[in-house]
């Protein structure tokens, strides 16, 4: 019994790693929030894992009440995390014991305790709109829009010049699958999936937005209501505080994770 | 620079041999805990158990106080350390299952020196072990009996003792006892003996022999087919007991040769001979465990979950020789060398003994449980067993067997997933071998229960998931030959077909069209797509007419209304109302156009889909209560509506299932209904209605057992602040204070009260869902009894070749439908019983009336044999009998007379007045 072999009162595997450094109100709020949390952060999604893979994993461990896509701040697309909020407490503890460090999109994802969302946490805090831990990565992510925002965007002028020519999007630049042995790309398999990170109807919280499913289309054509611009919740992106984004690093994963994700793969 | 290191080397070789002087003289509790806990950890068993035997005879008499401030205040020590020495011993020896020979040497070591140690150290285990039974807490009692029986190594214990003690847990067996309890016991027993046997053969094999006997009496008995396996072939009537049996036969014929336990005293010459005094101290003790009585059965009680009996890698018999050992995967290709490695593993696993994969499967089952919180730690232990030969199969096959438990796995079926994907990425032996358990358990599909089924299916497809979706498909090419057994292709492909359907939702459509070969893309679903009525661009098949559906332009209108965003949903309502101008839309077609409508705006994400749900529920809502005789058929038209939209994504359907329940837009037996729909019993052999239905049932039932909690809580709570305001009265207390104390018990009270209503609700959904339940299934299951009936005399004429083909292939898919259709019937019975026992009586006579035997053999199944289950709402957690336990209790009484106290006291509240509302709430507790 793991109890016995941990002499303090605190196990080590109940202490989250993980803490939201904008959180509003005392350590010992946060601590206790957490304590009491059916909320949890998920890291190290693919831009282009959709809510629907989310449910499916997630609803392994109990009833999910809701998801919520972690977006661009700037792109309002998927930018590789989100909260999942369980019904109960038990769930939410079963997901950071038996899902936590399983793949998703086959990438190992992580699921930590968060005190619980609010209405802004859904956008990265990245410079470039992202998240943080983008910003300042210099390997190739092909799952989370290729190199690190900063580097691409020093180094875009002369590497990736030629690149520009296949009409993707010049923000995110797609490259060789290096995974894939057939070298269908990644701008390829983003196609394939229907699901580009640029496209914006993607998963805002419709909570706050007053006038989230704008669909234009008409009665007859919905169809096309999937993939026409959803109008993103306009009150939320100028309430996020740009300025000293640099810094925070609330959203990167710790050097622990990253470590353990090398030794699995 | 060089001064001062070698000052800082000194400072450090000084402290160590400090500590080290104060380990031999006097350690701290702390330390002395860790020694007792960590024994046997590193190497080095000897030297340890040596250190640690004198520091525990020393600490034993040991009367100063405690001083370290972790444990200080929890352990009375005028007695000396006793009560600490003796707690962290027993706490060890229940949850640490590799070490039970480690602890018994240590009793016997330290009950040399202080020959009261032994004993009390067996009076405490008895006490325990009565505890652990009246609370079924049984894999504490399991780890106890099996402590007990193996101090008669060590002569603490009389062998003679040890066997009158296992006679007293083997007498539960038969008796008049229900099967569940019958069974626990019998385990219990057969669990101890790989540990005691072979001592008792020598000192008292009279004895032993007659335990063997009312053991065997018991399992030749006994019949057990609730929670088969498999419904037919070879062993498929072998469950675990008579797995365990089988096991144990062949260890006590075969000389009683077991390698896989540690017996460190053997080491120790003599230590028997200095124990018999203690023993003959003991003797005249009254409370000695061998007169030990088990506490006796109580409806109440919870007993044992059995894994399943799988006979994966290993014969399904013991006594009956060794079945087929090829393997079923070939090694993967490589050198020559790797393949004799690789075979080796192979043929190595027969070489186990029987008894040995019993003690495996032992350690396996506590590991499992009792490392749950930590998946790293869990896995780290199931590679550290004492076990001579390579047991990796032995692991598998017991995560496996509890994946597989029936009705319910003891902890949620992610975490067998998880641990044996661990397994895989940590040592590069398990691939291989989960591998082959796959490919086997593939090939029992068309026999297994489809329950089973199910999860394998869920295990199957999120373990590719996490390993690049790598199989050898190519292999089940054979299930497209049109000239295989019928039966079993059938079954395979709709395996197939569901691994494919779950791996789309773990993915996406074009990575499964990269990684399954071509021949099998026919079973690859389609991308899910909702399917809106009324578009235009909806593709028409052919055949059929052009016009578009029936209501278009109200359907247009109520679609552009809703995208606006403006209008309420009582202006919806009357806007359908309008469009109605002929009146020819039935209520369900405005349900439709409606769900569809609401849908639509929803498209964008799950979340949108639930706040257009949200801000439409009221016009849902008007539209099922203008019909108030018709309620429960308008809510069913929402479901259906709404599944209809989802046509093809089963996910989907799920989702919105659950959201409707959530927002209360359907009731929980709308569900029900929803099953029995004829368009998805058609479907029953695919996993996802039942899904739905677990789901609703689950959370009806998390419900009511959360309010019991919250309610026993109010109404601790409730008792405190009377006892306050007594003792207010008596003083001179100002009026405000009491009045303070008054109005916060009032607000408890009118909680409590508000609690015991939702749970009288929730109860009254929960019965209202089982009885529907079961009286569509014997209406579904008895009208597909009559149609096979039919079938079968159809089979005495002579059919031309095609309609011969139609004829089995219509036989072998109402096989497979049947087969999914009785297990799930099953799985509700054996999963709920606890909710559904209460009305057992009322159940058959208002629903099993004269029903078809087959139904009547279940249903009586369940009760005969009182499966009552450990449910666990929350299954994240370590499964504590306490809260399932006492919420069976509790639902009972609620049931029986709860209804009429609840009037009584929405009396009392409607009265007002505190007193007699105090009244009311004593009388409920």
Same mark, same amino acid.
């Given at each position: 019994?793991?109890?016995?072999?941990?002499?303090?009162?605190?196990?080590?595997? @109940?202490?989250?790693?993980?803490? @939201?450094?904008?959180?509003?109100?005392?350590?010992?709020?946060?601590?206790?929030?957490?304590?009491?949390?059916?909320?949890?952060?998920?890291?190290?999604?693919?831009?282009?894992?959709?809510?629907?893979?989310?449910?499916?994993?997630?609803?392994?461990?109990?009833?999910?009440?809701?998801?919520?896509?972690?977006?661009?701040?700037?792109?309002?697309?998927?930018?590789g995390f989100c909260f999942v909020e369980y019904e109960d407490r038990a769930s939410a503890e079963a997901c950071v014991k038996y899902i936590n460090g399983t793949k998703l999109d086959e990438r190992i994802i992580r699921a930590d305790w968060d005190a619980g969302f609010k209405e802004g946490r859904q956008f990265g805090r990245g410079r470039h709109g992202g998240q943080v831990r983008d910003e300042h990565r210099s390997d190739y992510d092909a799952g989370r829009g290729g190199y690190g925002a900063k580097y691409r965007a020093e180094t875009q002028q002369n590497v990736f010049s030629s690149f520009d020519s296949t009409g993707a999007d010049s923000s995110i630049?797609?490259?060789?699958?290096?995974?894939?042995?057939?070298?269908?790309?990644?701008?390829?398999?983003?196609?394939?999936?229907?699901?580009?990170?640029?496209?914006?109807?993607?998963?805002?919280?419709?909570?706050?937005?007053?006038?989230?499913?704008?669909?234009?289309?008409?009665?007859?054509?919905?169809?096309?209501?999937?993939?026409?611009?959803?109008?993103?919740?306009?009150?939320?992106?100028?309430?996020?505080?740009?300025?000293? @984004?640099?810094?925070?690093?609330?959203?990167?994963?710790?050097?622990?994770?990253?470590?353990?994700?090398? @030794?699995?793969? | 620079?060089?001064?001062?290191?070698?000052?800082?080397?000194?400072?450090?070789?000084?402290?160590?041999?400090?500590? =080290?002087?104060?380990?031999?003289?006097?350690?701290?509790?702390?330390?002395?805990?860790?020694?007792?806990?960590?024994?046997?950890?590193?190497?080095?068993?000897?030297?340890?158990?040596?250190?640690?035997?004198?520091?525990?005879?020393?600490?034993?008499?040991?009367?100063?106080?405690?001083?370290?401030?972790?444990?200080?205040?929890?352990?009375?020590?005028?007695?000396?350390?006793?009560?600490?020495?003796?707690?962290?011993?027993? =706490?060890?020896?229940?949850?640490?299952?590799?070490?039970?020979?480690?602890?018994?040497?240590?009793?016997?070591?330290?009950?040399?020196?202080?020959?009261?140690?032994?004993?009390?150290?067996?009076?405490?285990?008895?006490?325990?072990?009565?505890?652990?039974?009246?609370?079924?807490?049984?894999?504490?009692?399991?780890?106890?009996?099996?402590?007990?029986?193996?101090?008669?190594?060590?002569?603490?214990?009389?062998?003679?003792?040890?066997?009158?003690?296992?006679?007293?847990?083997?007498?539960?067996?038969?008796?008049?006892?229900?099967?569940?309890?019958?069974?626990?016991?019998?385990?219990?027993?057969?669990?101890?003996?790989?540990?005691?046997?072979?001592?008792?053969?020598?000192?008292?094999?009279?004895?032993?022999?007659?335990?063997?006997?009312?053991? #065997?009496?018991?399992?030749?008995?006994?019949?057990?087919?609730?929670?088969?396996?498999?419904?037919?072939?070879?062993?498929?009537?072998?469950?675990?007991?008579?797995?365990?049996?089988?096991?144990?036969?062949?260890?006590?014929?075969?000389?009683?040769?077991?390698?896989?336990?540690?017996?460190?005293?053997?080491?120790?010459?003599?230590?028997?001979?200095?124990?018999?005094?203690?023993?003959?101290?003991?003797?005249?003790?009254?409370?000695?465990?061998?007169?030990?009585?088990?506490?006796?059965?109580?409806?109440?009680?919870?007993?044992?979950?059995?894994?399943?009996?799988?006979?994966?890698?290993?014969?399904?018999?013991?006594?009956?020789?060794?079945?087929?050992?090829?393997?079923?995967?070939?090694?993967?290709?490589?050198?020559?060398?790797?393949?004799?490695?690789?075979?080796?593993?192979?043929?190595?696993?027969?070489?186990?003994?029987?008894?040995? =994969?019993?003690?495996?499967?032992?350690?396996?089952?506590?590991?499992?449980?009792?490392?749950?919180?930590?998946?790293?730690?869990?896995?780290? #232990?199931?590679?550290?067993?004492?076990?001579?030969?390579?047991?990796?199969?032995?692991?598998?096959?017991?995560?496996?067997?509890?994946?597989?438990?029936?009705?319910?796995?003891?902890?949620?079926?992610?975490?067998?997933?998880?641990?044996?994907?661990?397994?895989?990425?940590?040592?590069?032996?398990?691939?291989?071998?989960?591998?082959?358990?796959?490919?086997?358990?593939?090939?029992?599909?068309?026999?297994?229960?489809?329950?089973?089924?199910?999860?394998?299916?869920?295990?199957?497809?999120?373990?590719?998931?996490?390993?690049?979706?790598?199989?050898?498909?190519?292999?089940?090419?054979?299930?497209?030959?049109?000239?295989?057994?019928?039966?079993?292709?059938?079954?395979?492909?709709?395996?197939?077909?569901?691994?494919?359907?779950?791996?789309?939702?773990?993915?996406?459509?074009?990575?499964?069209?990269?990684?399954?070969?071509?021949?099998?893309?026919?079973?690859?679903?389609?991308?899910?797509?909702?399917?809106?009525?009324?578009?235009?661009?909806?593709?028409?098949?052919?055949?059929?007419?052009?016009?578009?559906?029936?209501?278009?332009?109200?359907?247009?209108?109520?679609?552009?209304?809703?995208?606006?965003?403006?209008?309420?949903?009582?202006?919806?309502?009357?806007?359908?109302?309008?469009?109605?101008?002929?009146?020819?839309?039935?209520?369900?077609?405005?349900?439709?156009?409606?769900?569809?409508?609401?849908?639509?705006?929803?498209?964008?994400?799950?979340?949108?889909?639930?706040?257009?749900?949200?801000?439409?529920?009221?016009?849902?809502?008007?539209?099922?209560?203008?019909?108030?005789?018709?309620?429960?058929?308008?809510?069913?038209?929402?479901?259906?509506?709404?599944?209809?939209?989802?046509?093809?994504?089963?996910?989907?359907?799920?989702?919105?299932?659950?959201?409707?329940?959530?927002?209360?837009?359907?009731?929980?037996?709308?569900?029900?209904?929803?099953?029995?729909?004829?368009?998805?019993?058609?479907?029953?052999?695919?996993?996802?209605?039942?899904?739905?239905?677990?789901?609703?049932?689950?959370?009806?039932?998390?419900?009511?057992?959360?309010?019991?909690?919250?309610?026993?809580?109010?109404?601790?709570?409730?008792?405190?602040?009377?006892?306050?305001?007594? #003792?207010?009265?008596?003083?001179?207390?100002?009026?405000?204070?009491?009045?303070?104390?008054?109005?916060?018990?009032?607000?408890?009270?009118?909680?409590?009260?508000?609690?015991?209503?939702?749970?009288?609700?929730?109860?009254?959904?929960?019965?209202?869902?089982?009885?529907?339940?079961?009286?569509?299934?014997?209406?579904?299951?008895?009208?597909?009894?009559?149609?096979?009936?039919?079938?079968?005399?159809?089979?005495?004429?002579?059919?031309?070749?095609?309609?011969?083909?139609?004829?089995?292939?219509?036989?072998?898919?109402?096989?497979?439908?049947?087969?999914?259709?009785?297990?799930?019937?099953?799985?509700?019975?054996?999963?709920?019983?606890?909710?559904?026992?209460?009305?057992?009586?009322?159940?058959?006579?208002?629903?099993?009336?004269?029903?078809?035997?087959?139904?009547?053999?279940?249903?009586?199944?369940?009760?005969?044999?009182?499966?009552?289950?450990?449910?666990?709402?929350?299954?994240?957690?370590?499964?504590?009998?306490?809260?399932?336990?006492?919420?069976?209790?509790?639902?009972?009484?609620?049931?029986?007379?709860?209804?009429?106290?609840?009037?009584?006291?929405?009396?009392?509240?409607?009265?007002?007045?505190?007193?007699?509302?105090?009244?009311?709430?004593?009388?409920?507790?």
């Amino acid at each position: 019994m793991a109890h016995l072999y941990s002499t303090s009162a605190v196990h080590r595997k @109940d202490q989250s790693l993980y803490r @939201d450094s904008k959180f509003d109100g005392s350590h010992e709020d946060q601590e206790s929030a957490l304590a009491r949390s059916t909320t949890l952060y998920v890291g190290n999604l693919s831009f282009f894992t959709t809510e629907e893979q989310i449910y499916e994993l997630f609803s392994r461990a109990g009833r999910v009440r809701r998801v919520i896509m972690g977006l661009d701040r700037i792109k309002k697309t998927p930018c590789g995390f989100c909260f999942v909020e369980y019904e109960d407490r038990a769930s939410a503890e079963a997901c950071v014991k038996y899902i936590n460090g399983t793949k998703l999109d086959e990438r190992i994802i992580r699921a930590d305790w968060d005190a619980g969302f609010k209405e802004g946490r859904q956008f990265g805090r990245g410079r470039h709109g992202g998240q943080v831990r983008d910003e300042h990565r210099s390997d190739y992510d092909a799952g989370r829009g290729g190199y690190g925002a900063k580097y691409r965007a020093e180094t875009q002028q002369n590497v990736f010049s030629s690149f520009d020519s296949t009409g993707a999007d010049s923000s995110i630049v797609f490259h060789g699958d290096k995974r894939k042995a057939n070298g269908s790309s990644d701008a390829d398999r983003a196609v394939k999936r229907q699901r580009t990170p640029p496209k914006t109807a993607s998963a805002a919280a419709p909570n706050t937005s007053s006038t989230s499913a704008a669909a234009t289309a008409e009665a007859g054509g919905t169809s096309d209501a999937t993939t026409t611009a959803t109008t993103a919740p306009s009150t939320t992106t100028t309430s996020v505080d740009v300025a000293g @984004d640099d810094d925070d690093d609330d959203d990167e994963p710790t050097d622990r994770f990253r470590e353990q994700e090398d @030794d699995y793969n | 620079g060089k001064m001062s290191r070698d000052s800082r080397v000194e400072s450090l070789v000084g402290s160590r041999k400090r500590r =080290r002087e104060e380990r031999d003289e006097d350690i701290d509790e702390l330390e002395l805990r860790k020694l007792i806990i960590e024994i046997g950890d590193k190497t080095g068993l000897d030297r340890q158990l040596d250190a640690l035997h004198s520091a525990v005879a020393r600490a034993w008499d040991d009367t100063s106080p405690i001083t370290s401030d972790v444990l200080n205040g929890r352990y009375d020590t005028t007695n000396g350390r006793r009560s600490l020495v003796l707690d962290i011993l027993l =706490r060890c020896v229940t949850s640490l299952t590799v070490k039970t020979g480690i602890y018994t040497t240590l009793v016997a070591l330290v009950s040399r020196d202080k020959p009261d140690f032994g004993r009390l150290v067996i009076e405490q285990a008895a006490k325990q072990l009565s505890v652990a039974m009246t609370n079924c807490e049984w894999k504490k009692a399991d780890l106890l009996v099996r402590f007990c029986a193996d101090l008669c190594n060590t002569d603490v214990m009389s062998p003679t003792d040890v066997a009158n003690f296992l006679q007293a847990l083997a007498a539960e067996c038969g008796n008049g006892n229900p099967t569940q309890r019958c069974d626990t016991f019998c385990l219990l027993v057969l669990g101890a003996l790989p540990w005691c046997a072979r001592t008792l053969s020598e000192q008292c094999n009279k004895e032993l022999q007659s335990l063997l006997e009312t053991l #065997k009496t018991y399992v030749s008995a006994r019949n057990c087919t609730v929670e088969r396996v498999y419904h037919s072939g070879q062993g498929s009537n072998a469950d675990w007991v008579a797995l365990v049996w089988s096991q144990i036969k062949n260890f006590v014929d075969s000389g009683f040769v077991v390698t896989s336990i540690l017996k460190p005293y053997n080491t120790y010459e003599g230590l028997c001979n200095a124990n018999e005094k203690v023993r003959n101290e003991a003797k005249t003790d009254d409370g000695h465990i061998s007169q030990f009585a088990p506490p006796p059965h109580r409806d109440t009680n919870i007993y044992m979950d059995k894994p399943a009996a799988l006979h994966l890698f290993y014969p399904w018999n013991d006594l009956e020789g060794q079945q087929d050992t090829k393997p079923l995967v070939s090694p993967p290709d490589g050198a020559e060398d790797k393949m004799a490695v690789e075979l080796n593993y192979f043929t190595d696993r027969m070489n186990v003994k029987p008894v040995d =994969r019993l003690v495996g499967a032992l350690y396996i089952s506590d590991t499992l449980f009792h490392w749950n919180a930590s998946r790293e730690d869990c896995v780290k #232990k199931l590679r550290l067993f004492p076990i001579k030969h390579n047991y990796e199969h032995m692991v598998v096959e017991g995560i496996l067997s509890h994946l597989f438990t029936l009705p319910q796995t003891p902890f949620l079926s992610m975490y067998y997933i998880s641990v044996l994907g661990d397994l895989c990425r940590s040592d590069l032996k398990f691939p291989v071998i989960v591998a082959e358990a796959m490919e086997t358990l593939y090939e029992r599909v068309p026999t297994m229960d489809t329950v089973l089924v199910d999860r394998f299916v869920q295990f199957f497809s999120l373990h590719l998931a996490n390993f690049g979706f790598r199989w050898c498909w190519e292999d089940w090419t054979n299930i497209l030959d049109q000239d295989q057994d019928l039966r079993a292709c059938t079954a395979k492909k709709l395996f197939v077909c569901d691994v494919f359907s779950l791996m789309l939702r773990h993915s996406y459509r074009e990575r499964l069209l990269d990684v399954i070969p071509s021949v099998f893309h026919q079973f690859i679903p389609e991308q899910p797509r909702h399917h809106f009525k009324w578009e235009t661009r909806r593709v028409i098949r052919a055949g059929q007419t052009q016009d578009p559906p029936k209501f278009k332009s109200a359907a247009e209108s109520i679609y552009s209304k809703i995208a606006t965003g403006t209008f309420s949903g009582d202006e919806l309502t009357l806007e359908l109302d309008q469009q109605d101008h002929a009146g020819e839309m039935t209520d369900a077609d405005k349900i439709e156009i409606l769900m569809h409508c609401i849908m639509i705006n929803g498209i964008e994400t799950i979340s949108h889909q639930r706040k257009m749900l949200e801000k439409y529920k009221d016009a849902l809502d008007a539209m099922v209560e203008s019909q108030p005789a018709k309620e429960m058929e308008l809510r069913l038209a929402i479901v259906k509506a709404g599944c209809s939209f989802w046509e093809n994504s089963p996910q989907h359907k799920l989702v919105l299932i659950h959201q409707l329940l959530e927002l209360r837009i359907i009731e929980p037996v709308d569900v029900v209904h929803w099953i029995f729909v004829p368009s998805v019993v058609a479907y029953w052999e695919r996993g996802y209605s039942w899904e739905a239905l677990r789901m609703t049932v689950d959370a009806l039932c998390v419900e009511i057992m959360n309010t019991f909690k919250e309610s026993n809580n109010l109404a601790a709570k409730i008792e405190e602040l009377e006892n306050e305001r007594e #003792k207010l009265d008596d003083g001179m207390t100002e009026t405000e204070k009491i009045q303070e104390v008054t109005h916060e018990l009032q607000k408890k009270k009118n909680q409590k009260r508000r609690a015991q209503r939702t749970i009288g609700d929730c109860t009254e959904h929960l019965k209202l869902m089982f009885f529907e339940l079961m009286r569509e299934f014997r209406k579904t299951l008895e009208a597909h009894y009559k149609k096979a009936d039919d079938l079968a005399s159809k089979k005495k004429e002579r059919l031309d070749p095609t309609s011969k083909r139609d004829f089995n292939r219509q036989r072998a898919k109402d096989y497979v439908w049947h087969k999914s259709a009785v297990s799930h019937f099953n799985e509700i019975g054996c999963k709920y019983l606890m909710f559904m026992y209460p009305w057992r009586k009322e159940l058959e006579e208002k629903v099993f009336q004269e029903a078809d035997d087959r139904i009547m053999t279940i249903f009586r199944g369940w009760f005969d044999h009182m499966c009552f289950r450990r449910w666990t709402p929350g299954k994240g957690f370590t499964p504590t009998n306490e809260t399932s336990n006492i919420c069976l209790e509790l639902f009972m009484e609620l049931v029986t007379n709860g209804l009429g106290e609840d009037e009584q006291e929405e009396k009392a509240g409607e009265n007002g007045t505190a007193e007699s509302g105090k009244d009311a709430m004593e009388a409920t507790e």
